[in-house]
T-cell receptor
């Protein structure tokens, strides 16, 4: 069965420090992978997506993610975090005909230390 | 602004009451989805629709019904609300092809007492 695992429930980093949020997936075929961000009281906003090709993808707000098929991972990174990056981050995988179904990980809450 | 609109934004129900959540999108998207979000569990898919007049079950469909009579609207119904259905509900939509990223609504916070 398809699944998405985000092993870190809560991460705190200092402003200006680098960030890596982990995501592992279970899916038999080539996955479509996403990272979303959710600010408090808001819906989810798409940060970036991977369909095929270059395994390092760039997204909005200075985020990037790398797809590693051998590790079934799609980790999110940012070289230098800003206080405004404090939010909850969700990894997701799409499958089915026309990638019609997307399932989400349980999320990682990011706090920024001044 | 174009996007996904959910109504209502907040609601308190008594156990056994019924209600309908409305999701409307003006982007001509074919696919629409209802998710529920609970602490520590991410978003779980309740039902989804790949076109007008079609619906399908997601991960947690029990206790919910949906209808997609018009392409722009996707309704989520609770026939007999239970405290376990206390959650934040999100609607999302996307095109059938190309960009598979969802557009999300801002959510409906439902409390069942």
């Amino acid at each position: 069965a398809q699944s998405v695992t985000q092993p870190d429930i809560h991460i705190t980093v200092s402003e200006g420090a680098s960030l890596e949020l982990r995501c592992n997936y279970s899916y038999g075929a080539t996955p479509y992978l996403f990272w979303y961000v959710q600010s408090p009281g808001q819906g989810l906003q798409l940060l970036l997506k991977y369909f095929s090709g270059d395994t390092l993808v760039q997204g909005i707000k200075g985020f990037e993610a790398e797809f590693k098929r051998s590790q079934s991972s799609f980790n999110l990174r940012k070289p230098s975090v800003h206080w405004s990056d404090a939010a909850e981050y969700f990894c997701a995988v799409a499958f089915g005909s026309s990638a019609s179904k997307i399932i989400f990980g349980s999320g990682t809450r990011l706090s920024i230390r001044p | 602004n174009a996007g996904v609109t959910q109504t209502p934004k907040f609601r308190v129900l008594k156990t056994g009451q019924s209600m309908t959540l409305l999701c409307a999108q003006d982007m001509n998207h074919e696919y629409m989805y209802w998710y529920r979000q609970d602490p520590g569990m991410g978003l779980r898919l309740i039902h989804y629709s790949v076109g007008e007049g079609t619906t399908a079950k997601g991960e947690v469909p029990d206790g919910y019904n949906v209808s997609r009579l018009k392409k722009q609207n996707f309704l989520l119904g609770l026939e007999s609300a239970a405290p376990s259905q206390t959650s934040v509900y999100f609607c999302a939509s996307r095109t059938q092809t190309g960009n598979y990223g969802y557009t999300f609504g801002s959510g409906t916070r439902l409390t069942v007492v």
